[in-house]
């Protein structure tokens, strides 16, 4: 039993901190473009976990399938036109997942392609390929989970902050009015209704299937692995 959780976390930890971290960093690194040099100054545009890891969300990440940074701290003052760079920002992170997501999808098909070459033993192949396989297919759709799920219209997501950004002031700062009981909201949606079930599990699958393409069951096979699923 607990060699199979140590297999399963070692599958999940490389490519969990990387969507997590990189999401962060990639927000802080188009701040620092658009005029805001917080990030940097206070040495979050790195990859060292203990910067980033918020104790919770990395938990959540090994019940749940996904999980959580500390967000990179944006001081949208320093911003030329504060509204529409922060669109941008805001963008950054899920922009980063989806990348992240396509690099995992060529990994995938990289492997599929050495291994119909038989370049290499078949048996040594297999040994390397089993736990690469595992971690890329997770990568892929963890990516797209972060994606998708920071996209929701709602403060404090990347989604609400784009959502701000669009519409007029007005009901922008209704919306912004939200946000310090946006995380309460988004449990209670995700957990309480079937938001879940209905709207994201579908699209979510649906740009899984669409990016892993040809390997989409080598990502179900690391699911199925690390979940049950």
Known sequence: MMESIVLKVSVMLVPALLAIMLHEVAHGY???RFGDPT???LGRLNLNPLRHLDPIGTLAI?????GWARPVPVNAGNFRRPRRD????ALAGPVTNLILALLSAVLLKALTLV?????I????FAQLAKPLRLMAGFSLYINVLLGVFNLMPLPPLDGGRILT????EKQASLINRLEPFGFVLIIF???FTRIWEVVLAPIINSLVLFVAGAEAALVEQAMNFLFGR
Do not use: K, S
């Not at 090994?62 to 996904?66: L, M």
């Not at 291994?115 to 370049?119: K, S, V």
């Open 121 to 124: 033993d078949p048996a040594d």
């Open 62 to 66: 090994f019940v749940f399938g996904f």
């Open 86 to 89: 922060m669109i941008w920002v």
């Open 189 to 191: 949606l995700v957990f």
């Open 30 to 32: 188009v701040a620092e």
């Open 115 to 119: 291994e119909g070459w038989q370049i």
């Open 165 to 168: 950004g669009i519409l007029p």
């Open 39 to 41: 990030a940097r100054l």
